[in-house]
């Protein structure tokens, strides 16, 4: 009998509170999760743990979530690597395109964990 591989999701926020949540949520839903708590740490474990989507806030300490944005869409490993942005900030596509980036989804904090989900489960369709 075959095992069904989990689909696996890094989950990138300073807000220990908030990642710890979002990963139980998502675990509970069947994903695997890995949190980091900011974008250096996210570009670490972002090579060994090679997740199918990341889902990342944008102000964080040491390397902000413009900054992974910009090294995961430069890198030709993670250029298609599903990228949702959970943000406090009033951020929208016309903001992330001024800065030549592209990101998957953009919610907004606070979020609902249905349309958290209902983004995830769309980028990750087979």
Known sequence: MDKVKKKKILVVDD????SRIVSRFLEKKGFDTCCAADGCEAMEILQRYEPDLMVLDIMM???????????IRKNPVTTALPVIILSA??????????????????IRKPFSFSNLIAHINQLLED
């Open 61 to 71: 300490p040491r390397m902000d979530g413009y900054a992974v944005l910009t090294e």
């Open 89 to 106: 900030l009033g951020i929208d596509e016309q903001d992330l395109e001024i800065r030549g980036l592209r990101a998957d989804g953009i």
């Open 15 to 18: 807000e220990d509170k908030i």
